[in-house]
């Protein structure tokens, strides 16, 4: 391969929170800007979220290693670490490798909540800023933009992201279930429990209006409010609110319940049967068991929420296997583009050799018939490039066809540029009599040629 | 073959490929397959269009044939899903409406023989009143029977926690399940009432006509008492959710055992 893509970084599962904070890249553009400058890369893109550092970088014609120690140097050096302590807590990839990697990450497949949707969002930021600063180029760009379709093939062709995997989220999907939009419901959280504020954060986030926060303590319901936006009430008060309210999320610290069947079947009564969701995350139980019996009412408590997670984290795992052999093909369909690179080089000297080729016999037979006028020169340059053009045209499509076949790249490039000889190859003093005596002289081949038409005639 | 027949032929083959690659995609969760689907039944309801226009224009009095009505009524139900669709973004009714309108139109070719006998100066009036708005009844009910049945499956899994990860975030909300079923109460009791009393009034404006109950009369009227309770209960006390399902289930299930019952009586007829 011309231009090796080498990817290094560091993520949730390799280094500890407290060796990703230090080696978190907060300038990512500085950052870019110095790799491009002080380590022998083409291009970069660089992504740093808070649980990975991703450096994608192509080198230039240096050997790997090199690329790799001064990438490590350069980073520990920014973030004033220690350049052993990154070695230990990095991945290093090369390669298609690489771009496995990468397609990974983009699919979410390495994220600590699998399938979680930021990472795509992160990445499709940081290929921004590179193309910003002019450090995305060729690769770079067709290996982003191939990263991000296959994240969307994945998302489409399994159900990666399709379910809830934490408790909030799971509680959000469930009313979305019941209530589908939630745009224009409301919302009232019994207690000041973190995992009934992150819930009702959550249910805000997905169109929610209006929130009422009931609790014992009036000051810390104030206080929650504020930061949610909704109305603090005393807990006492709230069966009596309970009827305007479509979701109730509970956490109280109480030893007995604290919302009754009885409670429950006035509020419904009052609402016109209207479906009430209720969410009971405290333990012991603040709601009781008994109201589920009742129609249009759904009751949620921790154990049987922790049960949806399981269940969506198991299937998030078998759809996470389907996700990686798409990954996989779009890997070598990755690889079939970069081979096609290396061919570009023995196509331009292709092209350049023929040209010459050309413009060398075309000045023969003008010396031959003399001067010609402007325009019928220009018609024959035209004609003997085209010729040349033509000649290749075969050629090239066959080799393009080969360069795409798994590992044979290499094989069928240098055997046409050793057909075409374009590398100037001489046959050196010490090769074997046999291929010395084979004499190439232009004569020599035009005997050949009209020997064996006539042969064939 | 006649352009009729193709025409027939079309419609039974668009809305059988929708029926497949509907219920195909809602298996394999495929929205492409499902989006396909309903486009032919788009394709297939346009043609449906035309066959029942060009029906009508070459003889009117297709009108008095009986196979005519359980082609309206295939055509309403799709109109109704239609309508559904683009009210509520409904697409999943199509797991009824597709079937039964392949069902109905099907139907409507094989049910033949069936005169219905009308005095010619009220075929318009009585076609208005009664039939139309049976059939729209019967339209709209068919959507109601699938959103019932969808909200009785998908509450029971809501309820007792079982299967959730198979309610893909594809299946629309039980409130959305819910609205088909008010809008079945709310639109389709007064059409019914309107159908049924208009036969009474038929009666009374038809020389030597003679009103007399009968077992189909009567049937017809125990459906519409089920109807009328279910309105009551919706309207004035607020049912919603499983209770108005099942009765929907029920007043479903009487309408078309009348229907049959009305079908074979004037099979029967000379």
Redesign the interface.
Known sequence: MNRKIILLGLNHRTAGVDVREKFALTDIEHFEKGLMAHCPVHECMCLSTCNRVEIVAVAKRVPEREVLDSLLEYWAGVCKGDPSLLVENTYQYVDLEAVQHLFTVACSLDSMIMGEPQILGQLKDAYRKAVDQGAAKTIVNRLLHKSFSVAKRVRTET?IA??AVSISFAAV??A??????LEGTSAMMVGAGEMAELAVTHLRQNGVKDIIIANRTLSRAKELAESLGGEAIQIESMVDRLHEVDIVISSTGSPVAVIKAKDVKAALKRR????QFLIDIAVPRDIDPNI?QL??V?L?DID?LK??VE??MA?RQEEANKARAVVELETQTFSNWLNSLELQPTIVDLVDKNEEVAFRELSKTLRKIGPVDDKTRAALETLVLSVGKKCLHEPICFLKRRTQEEGSAERFIDLARRMFNLDDEVVPNSAHLNRKSQTCAPEDIDKLIDASKNKEQ | MGLLELLHISIIVLYGLGTVLFLTGIGT?NDRLKKIAIWLAVGGFFTHSLDLAWVLVRDPAALNAGKFYFNILAWSVLALYFFLWWRLRLEFLAITALPLALLLFVASMAVGGIRILMPPELTALFFGLHIGSLILTMGVLIMAFGAGIAFLH?NRK??T?AG??K???D??????FDRVNRWAVMLGFPLYTLGLFSTFFWYWVTPDKQFAWDIMKIGSLAVWFLYAFLFHQRVVL??????PAILTLWVFAGMCISLIHHTITFRALP
């Open positions: 159900a399709s379910s999907e469930l979305k279930k019941i209530f589908g939009d016109k049967n209207k479906p589920n129609d249009n759904y949620y049987d049960e949806v269940v969506n299937q | 969760s998908f809501l309820k926690k959730l990860s309610m893909g975030s299946i629309p909300s039980l409130d959305k607020g049912w919603r959710g499983r209770k």
